[in-house]
């Protein structure tokens, strides 16, 4: 059987007279083979792989790979031919695993980077994206053809960009409010330097006119002057005309100098007067300046403080939880141990326990033995004393070192006292001498003359339950 593969295709031929697999356009398959044929077109994967900063920052990564297999490598292709080109390209199979592939080598790298890395230098974490993907993607015989990471996108309840952006808006809306601010002082300033300047070319203008006006007009008179003194020098009639004629002109030449002086002093006056104006307009628009441009500032910082309050309360927060799940697993792990600790000690317990009745037992065995309750020991030594109480209970008492405590009490209480020896005697001492209690019965009749020491000697009387001291005025 002759198959043939269309441009974009390829024939795998294993089987008899094959040690792993063929690739080929076109061949024969004999029989003991078997083909199938795989499509080498690139497939379009689109992901929105969740990743997180080194801040802890959580985004949203929208991407899309155009993968296919490496058509220029034989080896790669025989790797593509063994490993996927059994499943669809569109299969989930290959979707999960080229986006598992993606997934990891994206957030490894974003771990590793600040959010403001990330999203400055998108063309360059792009590229790291590509370079580590496409080392994963030879093992499998794949080839990004292309590579297009979208815009970052906020996770919900983390809207780090939606602020980013609230803020990149509020600052350039303070820099225009500047700026036009800024703008319109320059026009204010130069329209009103441009006004004085022509108020003062024109003065200027008006002052020398009338200077070379006056000039002239000296020059005109003077000439006239000069005329009439030489008709009056021929003319002798008219010298006190001449001689008129002269104050007159000096007298007209004085005005005229006084009127020219005016005037000048009058447009100095006059532009300082303009200038004071003109400045006292600039130092109010400078304040008014000032003042946008502290707003701005004052706008612009109590923004970032805000910013900064949030950010700073989230991380309190955050710090504030994650102490509180330390102190809870530290007190479970602490109830833990106590519970370890507990059951140790009682275990530790039933030893000793254990211990101490194998002890008793032992011990007991050469009377009987203690048995293996208390009320069987008690029975047996009971037994063992004939059923005599007194003896029952000076043999325990002498067992629960109740003597030995007693004579300790009495001990310390004498420490440092200055006894007063006092001779008691109470008779009948014959029928206990040789008897059983006759221990017992000295340390009993020792008691009385003892506490009668001790009230003398300190104040304290014996507790009620051990009975009562005569009076003081009696002897015994």
Request: aromatic content about 8%.
């Amino acid at each position: 059987m002759y198959r043939v593969a269309s441009p974009s295709e390829y024939l795998v031929i294993t089987g008899a007279g094959i040690d792993d697999i063929k690739l080929a356009k076109k061949g024969w398959i004999l029989p003991g083979q078997s083909y199938i044929i795989f499509d080498m077109s690139p497939v379009n994967y689109t992901f929105e792989v969740q990743a997180m900063s080194i801040e802890k920052l959580p985004f949203i990564l929208p991407a899309v790979f155009t993968i296919g297999p490496r058509i220029d490598d034989m080896p790669s292709l025989h790797k593509y031919a063994k490993l996927i080109s059994l499943h669809d390209k569109l299969s989930s199979h290959v979707k999960e695993l080229v986006q598992g592939i993606i997934e990891g080598e994206t957030r490894v790298l974003s771990a590793s980077m600040t959010m403001e890395e990330v999203f400055r230098g998108t063309k360059e974490f792009k590229q790291e994206v590509f370079e580590k993907v496409q080392l994963e993607l030879n093992q499998f015989g794949l080839l990004i053809y292309n590579a297009n990471v979208k815009q970052l996108v906020d996770v919900p309840g983390h809207e780090y960009f939606s602020y980013l952006g609230q803020k990149t808006q509020m600052e350039a809306a303070n820099q225009a409010k500047v700026d036009v601010a800024e703008a319109r002082k320059k026009g204010k300033i130069g329209s009103k330097e441009r006004e004085g300047l022509t108020l003062q070319n024109a003065a200027k203008i008006d002052a020398e006119t009338k200077i070379y006006a006056t000039k002239r007009a000296a020059e005109g008179m003077m000439a006239e002057i000069k005329v009439k003194a030489e008709v009056k020098v021929y003319e002798n009639v008219r010298e006190a005309e001449v001689a008129e004629a002269n104050a007159e002109l000096a007298k007209k030449k004085a005005g005229w100098g006084k009127e020219a002086h005016v005037a000048e002093v009058e447009a100095v006056k006059a532009v300082a007067l303009r200038d004071a104006e003109l400045q006292t307009e600039v130092e109010r628009m400078n304040a008014l300046t000032r003042t946008e441009k502290l707003k701005a500032e004052f706008l612009s910082k109590a923004s970032v403080e805000y910013e900064t309050k949030v950010q700073e309360a989230n991380w309190e927060l955050y710090n504030k939880q994650k102490a509180a799940e330390a102190i809870l697993y530290l007190r479970e792990k602490e109830a833990d141990a106590q519970k370890a600790i507990a059951e140790a000690e009682l275990y530790a317990c039933q030893q000793v326990a254990d211990g101490e009745f194998y002890a008793k037992k032992k011990e007991a065995e050469g009377l009987m033995a203690l048995g293996q309750a208390q009320g069987a020991y008690l029975r047996n030594l009971w037994d063992a004393v004939g059923g005599n109480y007194a003896a029952m209970r000076d043999f325990m008492m002498i067992n629960g070192s109740i003597f030995q405590e007693i004579a300790k009490i009495n001990a310390d209480a004498m420490c440092g006292l200055q006894p007063q020896i006092s001779i008691w005697t109470n008779g009948g001492r014959e029928g206990c001498r040789n008897g059983p209690m006759k221990e017992v019965a000295g340390v009993y009749k020792m008691l009385p003359p003892l506490l009668k020491t001790v009230h003398e000697q300190t104040g304290m009387l014996p507790p009620a339950w051990m009975g009562t001291l005569p009076n003081s005025g009696s002897d015994n």
